[in-house]
């Protein structure tokens, strides 16, 4: 690894990016929150996921839905999808893209639009919702660009999710061997993991993890819990479909959840409240940053150049985000996690479940993204 831990290379950019603010480390330990989120929102494109993410959604709790949390990343069943063409321009706001879906026939009316840009002085929405009906969200995303026009996808999803993704991460103050709200972090994200879904996790008498699953006669599914989850995803039975959400998390920055011969409690917690815990290692986080914000080839440089001014003492606005980012580091980015996509998901270790691999949670993504969820959610 180019550092030798992301505890050195956060106090790094705390000196030579953040200097300017009030608390330099801080602000780079916010910063680094934000790329973890990045690399996961990339990953995620690169799996061909773009139609089914949304950012920053409210989430029901299973049965209690007057409680309602927000969550990095909720992929949801797509309706229906279409591309429109527009004539190139520095703006592309809600109404243009309706009116662009007016031409084509498709009735917009149903929808209440958004205020939301696209795209705006150069800088592009992720997941951008234009407009919304009492089940569903009408979204977008630029696909091609040329001179002369802009071709956008145009997506609409069910409210009701089928994954959640939650990025934690926690940075290790100096002279502290790990970050002092890294056991409120793992608490929120075990909560929300453990009301998200219909499939929820008992343990038996002797520490045996299963779960168990309610169908809407009352009746219910006790099994193991992998065997039971397995069972859920593979189906096409509405009944066991209709509420469940598979659980993501995502973990980075070390020294928080390990030490050198176990996990930490902080990790076990989200490791036993998650359906899928993943860890973003020191190496790869490190690696990103080395080769496309500090010491970039030539061909990144705009990706450095951005993620400078975006941080700069002066800036307007900040271009490099999950939700805002530039339009040229976007297209940038995209072709990096297309090129280099073996080598970031070998940046992730599994911890949970234990028996499976990143390949394994790409196929059950697949699944469910395929599912009839007309059917299954009339």
């Known amino acids: 690894m180019a550092y030798q831990s992301v505890d050195k290379l956060q106090k790094l950019l705390a000196e030579g990016v953040f200097q300017h603010t009030k608390a330099p480390r801080k602000a780079a330990g916010r910063a680094l929150g934000t790329l973890v989120e990045i690399i996961t ?3 995620l494109k690169t799996w061909g996921l773009n139609p089914y993410i949304s950012i920053e959604r409210g989430l029901e709790e299973y049965g209690n839905p007057a409680i309602i949390h927000n969550v990095e990343y909720s992929l949801h069943p797509v309706v229906w999808q279409t591309l429109i063409k527009i004539e ?5 706001t809600a109404s243009i893209i309706l009116n662009s879906l ?11 639009k958004k205020t939301h840009y696209l795209l705006k002085d150069g800088i592009l929405r992720n997941a951008c919702t234009v407009a919304r009906s009492p089940h569903s969200f009408l979204l977008c995303s630029i696909k091609t660009r040329t001179e002369d026009f802009i071709e956008i996808h145009v997506f609409e999803q069910y409210t009701k999710p089928f994954t959640i993704f939650e990025c934690k991460r926690v940075g290790v103050e100096e002279g502290m061997s790990k970050g002092p709200q890294t056991i409120e972090k793992a608490k929120q994200g075990a909560y929300v993991a453990k009301t998200a879904s219909s499939l929820q996790k008992i343990r038996t008498e002797n520490g ?3 779960g168990i ?3 809407s006669d009352g009746s219910y599914i006790i099994k193991p819990f992998i065997k039971l989850m397995e069972q859920i995803i593979s189906s096409n039975d509405k ?6 959400i598979l659980t993501v998390g995502i973990v980075s920055n070390h020294g928080n959840w390990f030490t050198a011969s176990s996990h930490n409690k902080e990790l076990k917690v989200l490791a036993q409240s998650y359906d899928w815990l993943l860890f973003l290692t020191d190496d790869g986080l490190s690696e990103f940053i080395e080769n496309l914000l500090l010491n970039p080839e030539k061909k990144y440089h705009f990706i450095k150049d951005i993620f400078l001014l975006s941080y700069a003492e002066a800036k307007k606005k900040n271009q490099f985000t999950k939700v805002q980012m530039n339009m040229e580091a976007d297209a940038i980015l995209t072709d990096y996690f297309a090129g280099n996509r073996h080598k970031i998901e070998s940046w992730f270790n599994i911890i949970s479940p234990k028996e499976k691999t990143l390949s394994d949670l790409q196929s059950e993504l697949n699944e469910l993204a395929n599912k009839n969820w007309k059917y299954i959610l009339q």
């Not at 190139?88 to 592309?92: D, E, H, P, Y």
């Not at 007016?102 to 209440?112: A, C, L, M, S, Y």
């Open 41 to 43: 929102c990339y990953l």
């Open 213 to 215: 699953i309610y169908k």
């Open 208 to 210: 045996e993890l299963h």
């Open 102 to 112: 007016k031409k084509q026939g498709i009735d917009v009316n149903r929808f209440e």
């Open 88 to 92: 190139n321009t520095k703006s592309i």
């Open 239 to 244: 009944e066991l479909l209709r509420k469940f």
